[in-house]
């Protein structure tokens, strides 16, 4: 193997890992904040694909306006899920909380195939384009713009829950709901807007994905790779997921090009499976305690 | 009692006598109503009465599907001994899986489920010289001592002669030891525990027993096809066996009964709207989840309540 396959290899491995990166992300966040994990997700990410799909052939704007109002509209639809769905049942036992949501999945999915069928549709970005040539390397632009995106995301959401107040309420309810609301923050609040964060970071995901892909309902399967690389990551942390997304893209692209299809296509599975039975608190995650 | 034993005196003449009535869809569509309740009678003990999710209730019927007709095909055995081993086989790998995952509970079983039910599909996929892969698999009509059942009737009754079985099975072990040792532990490990119940073992005896069941409907399944493909052992197939059980009832073997025969019939119901099939299906497990958490069964026990007390005031 030379250098520059390896590198190219590396690149694209990382470009599939930030995709799972983003979407584990989006399953991590509202899971700290509200204790629920959405397996609806997948379909959220497979939703805001569609979203930008719709408004790009019905309005006429530039795609980074497309891209700001299919988030927005994703975050509005998170809200919405949350409200309507989550909410009533937030207290009810993990069995009704894991099946609603891949009830809502379930359900998403289908109005999508009801009203987009099974087609997959090309979707463009400004930036797809051949390779470019940076020295005796050849990179898909696509896979430097998702990487710059998971980067650039990163640090913004670094710099929310860092440094403003309501960044670091949703980590305060995070650490304790009990005590924050003693504190005087708004639960409830929070749960939604974490759920609103999720549904726009799944939409993100979902945008940068289709110019590589193109859109189908499938899209959403997506979210087993990246319940994957959160539990990598250890569940809980958002550093873990991105580092457990990335570990896992690159791992799945070196497999796939020197073991074959069929160990690309087991090795996450087999990640998952040993990770939860053997340290189901992830490479990175501390140790898990239970209240009695 | 005379009325109780009236009803199901009456039932079962009406399910003997059913074929004559019905066409050949229907014919089938009650095969699938059996067929469906076997795997949802043995979900229902692992998820309602020991509480344990499961994600890969299908690949269990998967296995038993399978090994079932693998033998028959390639090893030329005959239908009855190959839907045991099958069954055998289904409760083994059951119980491999149980063994390992009896430490864990919620969500990180959901998860160990689902990673199983994605392996075991990508298995199926990855060696077709063996399990015919993605474009699937025929399976021969089955074979019982050299007779070979062609006819609709013989498979009916067949299904349900295994259905009611499997029924009695389940009622059995609800009210035996191990039954009231799996509600035990759905309602409280700790209790559970302090009263000297072995979680690990009582966890591992339930995923055993519904992964046979499963196995069993999934033998079952695949002579009553006659054609599989790993898709037909996805998610969706998991999910929807749980739907029969969340709708008909969590932890009640009537309830499952009514969740599979109600569900597999809906499709009849829908004729013309088939495209709806899958929000509909999401619709009402969803509903459920968040109007009707006891199932229909607890609608209806909550409706007798009613009626009992009110003949007791008046």
């Known amino acids: 193997m030379t250098w520059q396959i390896a590198f190219q290899l590396a690149i694209a491995g990382l470009s599939v890992g930030s995709i799972y990166a983003l979407v584990a992300l989006a399953l991590v966040i509202p899971f700290k904040a509200s204790g629920v994990l959405n397996f609806a997700q997948g379909e959220m990410v497979t939703l805001g694909a ?12 530039p795609f980074l306006a497309v891209a700001a109002l299919t988030v927005v509209i994703a975050a509005a639809f998170g809200v919405l899920i949350e409200r309507l769905f989550i909410r009533p049942i937030v207290a009810a036992p993990e069995f009704t909380l894991v099946i609603a ?71 305060a309810v995070a650490i304790d709901p009990r005590a924050a609301r003693l504190m005087g923050i708004r639960v409830e609040t929070i749960f939604m807007s974490a759920w609103a964060l999720a549904a726009a970071i799944g939409a993100i995901a979902g945008l940068l994905l289709a110019p590589l892909i193109g859109i189908n309902p499938e899209i959403g399967q997506l979210i087993i790779k990246a319940l994957v690389a959160a539990v990598i990551g250890g569940f809980t942390s958002l550093g873990g997921a991105v580092a457990g997304g990335l570990l896992l893209g690159v791992l799945e692209t070196f497999c796939g090009a020197f073991l074959g299809s069929t160990l690309k296509n087991i090795v996450p599975f087999g990640i998952l499976i040993l990770l939860l039975l053997f340290k189901p608190q992830g490479l990175f995650g501390g140790s898990i305690q239970q209240r009695v | 009692m005379a009325a109780k034993a009236l009803v199901l005196f009456g039932l079962a003449g009406a399910l003997c006598a059913a074929p004559l009535a019905l066409g050949s ?38 296995i038993g599907a399978y090994t079932g007709a693998l033998l028959v095909l390639r090893a030329g055995l005959s239908f009855v001994p190959a839907l045991a081993i099958g069954t055998l086989a289904a409760a083994l790998l059951g119980a491999c899986l149980g063994y390992p995952a009896r430490r864990l509970s919620g969500l990180y079983l959901a998860l160990v489920t689902l990673g199983f039910l994605q392996l075991v599909q990508i298995l199926i996929e990855e060696f077709p010289e063996l399990t015919g892969g993605v474009r699937g698999l025929s399976v021969p009509k089955p074979q019982i001592l050299g007779y070979t059942i062609r006819s609709d009737f013989g498979l009916y009754y067949l299904l349900l002669g295994v259905a009611v079985l499997a029924l009695l099975l389940a009622r059995n072990l609800q009210r035996s030891r ?54 037909e052992f996805g998610i969706s197939t998991s999910l929807r066996q749980i739907t029969f059980i969340v709708v008909g009832g969590l932890g009640s073997v009537i309830g499952s009964v009514l969740g599979a025969v109600l569900l597999t019939g809906l499709p009849e119901f829908l004729r013309g709207t088939q495209e709806y099939a899958d929000l509909v299906y999401g619709v009402i497990l969803l509903g459920s989840l968040l109007f009707m958490p006891r199932g229909l069964k607890g609608l209806f026990d909550d409706i007798w309540d009613l009626r009992a007390r009110r003949t007791v005031t008046s």
């Open chain 2, 178 to 231: 191990f039954g009231r040792a799996f509600n035990a532990v759905r309602q409280s490990t700790f209790a559970a525990q302090a009263l000297g119940i072995p979680l690990g073992r009582t966890k591992l005896l339930a995923f055993t027993v519904a992964a046979g069941f499963a196995g069993l409907a999934g033998g079952l399944m695949a002579v009553t096809v006659g054609f599989m493909d790993p898709t």
């Open chain 2, 25 to 62: 869809y229907q014919l089938y569509l009650a095969q699938l109503m059996m067929i469906n309740t076997i795997a949802a009678i043995g979900l229902n003990l692992l998820t309602g009465n020991c509480g344990q999710i499961s994600l890969c209730h299908s690949s269990f019927m998967a």
């Open chain 1, 50 to 61: 569609y979203i930008g799909l719709a408004l790009s052939t019905s309005l006429t704007l």
């Open chain 1, 101 to 171: 949501t891949f009830a809502i999945g379930l359900i998403i999915k289908a109005v999508i195939r009801l009203h987009w069928q099974d087609n997959t549709f090309p979707f463009d970005a400004p930036y797809t384009g051949p390779a470019l040539a940076i020295g005796p390397l050849r990179v898909n632009p696509s896979y430097l713009v998702i990487i710059a995106s998971l980067a650039a995301l990163v640090a913004m959401l670094v710099a929310f829950f860092r440094t403003t107040r309501f960044g670091k309420a949703m980590r």
